[in-house]
């Protein structure tokens, strides 16, 4: 009941959402780059170990899994970017280039 009430409160007006909203779009950049130095590298950032892929009780010792704890933020960050360009929110390269990190960091994830 608390954190619905300081986040309706955090987003009261204008300014205060557009902080939210691009402090939550910050937090799933960041995460969304761990996952990719993680798994390009294969350096453990995020707190997550690299583990091999494991399907259907078969695991496969030439592909490494990464995986980090941020999965949620970085879906509904790419998912936020999805909206803004479904809304027609002016044309940004920024914009794309968030949008192929994030969704970089979750093809990596799975």
């Known amino acids: 009941m ?6 309706a ?18 937090v799933a950049f960041l995460f969304s780059l761990s996952q990719i130095i993680q798994g390009f590298f294969g350096v453990n ?3 997550r170990h690299l583990s091999n892929l494991e399907t259907l009780g078969q695991v496969s ?5 990464s995986t980090t704890p ?4 970085i879906v509904w960050g790419f998912l936020f970017v ?18 192929m990190i994030l969704f970089a960091g979750i093809f990596l994830t799975y």
Request: charged share 15%; with cysteine; glycine share 10%.
């Open 82 to 99: 999805l909206i803004l360009f479904a809304n027609r929110v002016r044309f940004s390269a920024w914009l794309i280039i968030l949008g």
């Open 2 to 7: 608390v954190i619905d009430t300081s986040f």
């Open 45 to 47: 950032i995020s707190g």
């Open 70 to 73: 941020g999965i949620h933020i």
């Open 9 to 26: 409160l955090a987003c009261t007006d204008k300014q205060r959402f557009k902080f939210v909203v691009y402090g939550i779009l910050a």
């Open 61 to 65: 010792g030439d592909v490494t899994r």
